[in-house]
């Protein structure tokens, strides 16, 4: 079992910056694929980054290629989401998930075992 606690998120201007942190919990963190998700208002979860268990894969989705930097400690258990240039089109419900196993589909929510809570992220115009 993993418990995965969001933090980080928060109100902010476009053009701004953010950083999320995601802390798991149990011991076998370090062996897990780790993905960003965000859901919007009225809108389907979408998937923003995803990170190997090593760290030496990353994924992200188009629309934050070059804006976004996700990064893990495994020795601290946290994943972090690094947000750059933020747009108003970034504002939604920011979710972390865990993934026991690593497959090609690491777009797909479904393939994720676990979640956190999720952290609000606003952008203002």
């Known amino acids: 079992q993993v418990q995965l606690v969001e933090s980080g998120g928060g109100l902010v201007q476009a053009g701004g910056s953010l950083r999320l942190s995601c802390a798991a919990s149990?011991?076998?963190?370090?062996?897990?694929?780790m993905g960003w998700f965000r859901q919007a208002p009225g809108k389907e979860r979408e998937f923003v980054a995803a990170?190997?268990?090593?760290?030496?894969?990353?994924y992200y989705v188009d629309s934050v290629k070059g804006r976004f930097t996700i990064s893990r400690d495994n020795a601290k258990n946290t994943v972090y989401l690094q947000m750059n240039s933020l747009r108003p089109e970034d504002t939604a419900v920011y979710y972390c998930?865990?993934?026991?196993?690593?497959?090609?589909?690491?777009?797909?929510?479904?393939?994720?075992?676990?979640w956190g809570q999720g952290t609000q992220v606003t952008v203002s115009s």
């Open positions: 149990g011991r076998t963190f370090s062996s897990y694929r």
């Open positions: 998930a865990a993934a026991r196993y690593s497959s090609s589909r690491y777009f797909d929510p479904t393939e994720y075992n676990y």
């Open positions: 990170i190997s268990w090593n760290g030496g894969t990353t």
